[in-house]
């Protein structure tokens, strides 16, 4: 190959690819990373990576952008503000909801939040279906049909008044999802109890943002995750379990996987990270960390790392859910409300990667540095492109394309208020860390360099996706299903 044939050579980093990790050159043509190896020839333009790590954007499939709650209120990012934010802490793609409602219909909904993303978006993006009205219109007809046409994964709530699906419901969801080939992914809680616990609480004066945490208890998440796997199990449908937050949700998926079931889960920052306590501040600080499900215990800290370490769970999400301290975000319904008037969600698409960073691998001795941060980028970028069906997304191999997040592994960093997006808060406010993402390219071109966005709103592209390896069934058919054992009926 001619030495000019390269658009990019970024040299001499710590490269980590899906093998393993070696210090080598990555070189770029056109949109794609085009070889990776020592003494690459010269480049169009090159960047000095020496002391650097050179690892793959990451891919954060589960962000709350421009959309409205359950409860009426506008996330407070933009597809603007939130990829930028994205772009800034080291992503390159991520995963959004078109999110339905009661008496919406799907169609336009996916082309609403299309439009947005398409006049706004810095990076990369997707869409889960959000199911909220799963009339037969929508199961029948357009789901199945947006399914086909590349939204390959759909969301559903166990809980929430507006949104939640029952029983039923999430057994036609199911389906409707098998048929079509996608991965259905659920915010599982038990909506009865939390109910019951709200109405308790808020009956004896309990009203302060850390009694949150009180309100949503960890038998509900259990529960449900117990019953959503009954449910795919039942079914034959792959699911992926959102932000489990409990050592016993873990466990439960732990136990599902080993006789066959074709479960996955998440977790998140906020739940290796914060625990309970947290909440426990003075006024209304607390509502800047509310979250749900909540945060739980450092014991439960330390089973979620454990679980991902073993594969029961198997990426780490933001579940960016940005609402601003005033009016138009955490108190809307109030100047002073009660915890369950206050809207549920943290920011998180900047400080993913860097507070994860700094905890895997910046604090890992160095017997498991390069351990730490093959898990680092499976967790973050690798495992969630493979299971969302984004097969040129999440590492860096030849082929792949060229979304790249160069990393000075010794800055440091005190963590402030000021960030990128549209929140005006940082839930790790004041913690210091080590790591930070100096330059950030999506498809060859520059997004971040210097401190300065270089991207343009708009220029990153809707990803329509195929139905990979973790969409389909395993094909072992319950006895209600198989015409063999049912005594012929057709029900699938």
């Known amino acids: 190959m001619a030495s000019s044939e390269f658009d990019l050579v970024i040299r001499g980093g710590t490269v980590v690819t899906p ?21 690459l020839p010269a480049g169009r ?16 499939p589960h962000c709350h952008i421009e959309q409205l709650s359950g409860g009426g209120i506008m996330n407070a990012d ?9 772009a800034f802490g080291g ?16 169609p336009q909904v996916v082309a609403d939040y299309a439009a947005l993303a398409a006049k706004g978006a810095v990076i990369d ?31 559903v709530f166990m809980t929430y008044d507006k949104v939640q699906v029952n029983d039923e419901q999430l057994l036609d969801v199911l389906l ?91 977790t998140c920052p906020h739940y290796l990270l ?16 509310m979250c749900s499900p909540p945060q739980r215990t450092g014991a439960d800290q330390a089973a979620l790392w454990q679980a991902l370490e073993r594969g029961d769970l198997q990426l780490i999400s933001s579940d960016h859910a940005p609402y601003r301290m005033d009016a138009s975000g955490k108190f809307n319904a109030s100047a002073t409300p009660n915890f369950k008037q206050i809207a549920n969600g943290q920011p998180g698409l900047e400080m993913r990667l860097p507070v994860l960073f700094d905890a895997m691998v910046s604090r890992a001795g160095p017997a498991r540095r390069v351990e730490r941060l093959m898990q680092f980028v499976a967790w973050t970028a690798t ?69 300065r966005l270089l991207a343009r709103p708009g220029q990153g592209r809707l990803l329509l996706r195929e139905a990979g390896p973790a969409t389909q069934p395993t094909g072992r058919l319950s006895p209600e299903f198989d015409p063999q054992r049912n005594f012929g009926a057709d029900l699938m």
């Open 45 to 60: 333009r090159e960047i000095d990576a020496g002391g650097r790590y050179v690892l793959p954007g990451g891919v954060d």
């Open 91 to 106: 992503t390159t793609s991520v995963i959004s909801f078109a999110a339905q409602h009661r008496e919406m219909r799907l």
């Open 383 to 451: 495992e969630p492109a493979r299971l969302y069906d984004l097969p040129r997304k999440g590492a860096i191999a030849i082929g792949a394309d060229a979304d790249v997040a160069i990393w000075d592994p010794a800055r440091e960093v005190t963590l402030t208020d000021e960030l990128h997006d549209n929140v005006g808060y940082n839930p790790y406010r004041g913690r210091r860390i080590t790591g930070w993402p100096e330059i950030v390219i999506q498809r060859g071109a520059t997004l971040v360099e210097s401190g």
């Open 176 to 266: 409707a999802s098998r048929q079509a080939g996608a991965l259905v992914c659920v915010h599982a809680e038990n909506h009865g109890m939390i109910k019951w616990m709200v109405e308790r609480l808020l009956a004896r004066g309990h009203v302060e943002p850390k009694f949150h945490a009180v309100s949503h208890p960890r038998a509900a998440e259990i529960e449900a995750i117990h019953r959503v796997i009954a449910f795919a199990e039942f079914i034959d449908q792959p699911v992926m379990i959102f932000h489990v937050s409990t050592a016993e949700g873990a466990e439960a998926i732990r136990a599902a996987r080993g006789r066959g079931v074709k479960v996955f889960g998440e």
């Open 274 to 289: 914060q625990s309970a306590e947290d909440l426990v501040l003075p006024g209304y600080e607390a509502a800047r960390l």
């Open 19 to 39: 093998t393993g990790v070696a210090q080598a050159d990555v070189a770029i043509l056109s949109e794609s990373i085009a070889a990776i190896g020592r003494d």
């Open 125 to 155: 993006h997707a869409f889960h279906l959000m199911i909220a009205n799963p009339d037969r219109q929508t199961i029948d007809h357009d789901l199945p049909a947006l399914i086909r046409a590349g939204h390959r994964s759909v969301k």
């Open 78 to 86: 933009t597809f603007e503000t939130a990829t930028r934010s994205a």
